[in-house]
């Protein structure tokens, strides 16, 4: 049998938009969404993704907050961003740490979040909060199990403070 007379661009991937949201903008020509496929993969807000950065082995890993598209068509992400051990370690101190354990960022100023091309997004990554608070429907052993990360703990970026609860 042949091969398909169809042949995919290698370069671009795929890419459609999902359920809209609204228009905002000084000029409400920014397209809002709650969501999109991207490389035969469906993102929803909230989903947790993999971004890499040039030259660097190890992804950031970071929550989807807004989707949008401007004007010229420039697709844009904001990601609030976790942290890793690692990348917190002299704020840690002794604190232990499980093997899988991030902190999300939270406070204001520098670390907390940013925008991104749509594209700089790498992948899905599965992060389960098992943090107790009476607001978090408690995940089971079983979805723990399955999770790429979890957190419970939050980095307060503006004061570099390590916290055990969540703001109301």
């Not at 068509?73 to 609030?80: A, L, M």
């Not at 992060?127 to 957190?151: K, L, T």
């Amino acid at each position: 049998m042949p091969p398909s007379a169809e042949v995919k661009n290698l370069d671009e991937p795929e890419f459609n938009w999902g359920k809209k949201r609204g228009r905002g903008g000084k000029m409400k020509t920014v397209q809002f969404y709650e969501s999109f496929t991207y490389d035969e993969v469906d993102y929803t807000l909230h989903d947790c993704v993999y971004m890499y950065v040039q030259d660097e082995p190890t992804p950031y890993i970071g929550k989807l907050i807004k989707i949008w598209e401007d004007a010229g068509e420039s697709k844009k992400v904001k990601i609030q961003w976790f942290f890793r051990p690692s990348e917190i370690s002299y704020y840690l101190r002794d604190m232990e740490v499980a093997e899988n354990e991030l902190f999300f960022a939270t406070g204001e100023g520098t670390g907390l979040a940013n925008i991104n091309p749509l594209e700089a997004i790498a992948g899905k990554c599965n992060v389960v909060c098992i943090s107790n608070d009476s607001r978090n429907p408690q995940p089971s052993v079983e979805e723990v199990q399955m999770a790429d990360y979890v957190f419970y703990r939050l980095f307060d970026v503006k004061n570099c403070l390590i916290l055990d609860k969540m703001d109301r």
